[in-house]
DNA sequence: ACATCCATTAGAATAGTTCTAAATTACCGC
DNA sequence: GCGGTAATTTAGAACTATTCTAATGGATGT
């Protein structure tokens, strides 16, 4: 695919969740959306951003990728408070957490399957579920 | 109860964790530990340790609740970035997170059967896990 | 091209938590 | 009980991740 093509499915891609296709959010845009699923804190995608040299300010870095997250572009992950983990695959899926290496995996929603949930509060309906499996090298 | 068997039985349950009862602790403890289930943040405890005149510093709160959870009295859940909850259940439970209100609720683990596991990543075995029921007002 | 509105930026501000170094307190053997 | 030692507490500074502010720059529609 050519340099034009892969810029303008991105623009279209932004477009299409009602996000400005700038040249920063495309830069972005272009290391998020490479078709492997990451899980990422702001300062990596910052650093990748520079690495690019693509001149994008670390303020630019939150905003964008807070914008994509209610465009639905990206999902947020939190599990050990610190940082926030923003992941690129927002499909159904749960996540295995590394507990010494401190990265993520993802794990189709599938592969754990709930049989029954709990009632409910009064008036309230679920809006998502979180399973996180926390491994650490055996003993 | 009188006071004294109250304060020794706090003291008891602190030792029996490998943690040292000094007046700060024991009266963290038995705030923490009055026999209902809570979801606390340092700030809470800390604003909880001033309405008893309890005179004990921010920083302790944060040592206290810190060695709690490696002794085993407490457990941490993270739920949002922000700010850690400390729960005084340490049993086998999952929780509700009211998105709203921002608050939590346990629920048993036995409520969320989770009929099969994934394959583990080689040489890691399972350490916990989090299941986290997201809730909002229903439409 | 113009006007409008939205996005970007550096730097300050904030929130939650941990660190530092000095003073205090608990514990242990005598 | 008393003293020595090591652990604990504390105020305040430091730190980390994130958001805010207000000024500049850029995208979009006509």
């Known amino acids: 695919m050519s340099v034009k093509q892969k810029h303008d499915e991105l623009a279209a891609l932004l477009q299409g969740a009602g996000v400005r296709p ?7 845009a ?3 959306f490479d078709g492997h699923d990451k899980h990422v804190t ?3 995608v910052h ?7 693509a001149h994008v300010s670390l303020a630019t870095v939150y905003n964008t990728l807070n914008n994509f997250t209610t465009a639905g572009l990206l999902r947020q992950v939190v599990i050990d408070g610190g940082q926030i983990y923003f992941d690129t695959n927002t499909g159904d899926h749960y996540h295995i957490f590394d507990e ?3 990265y993520l995996t993802d ?20 809006s998502r579920i979180d399973v996180v499996l926390r491994v650490r090298t055996s003993s």
């Not at 700038?22 to 972005?28: E, K, S, V």
């Not at 990748?48 to 040299?53: H, I, N, Q």
């Not at 599938?110 to 029954?116: F, W």
């Open 22 to 28: 700038t040249r920063q959010r495309l830069a972005l």
């Open 30 to 32: 272009a290391w998020l």
């Open 42 to 44: 702001a300062e990596q």
């Open 107 to 126: 794990i189709p929603a599938a592969s754990v399957p709930i049989a029954r949930l709990p009632k409910l509060p009064q008036g309230k309906s679920l």
């Open 47 to 53: 650093d990748a951003a520079l690495k690019m040299r």
């Open 100 to 102: 010494e290496g401190g």
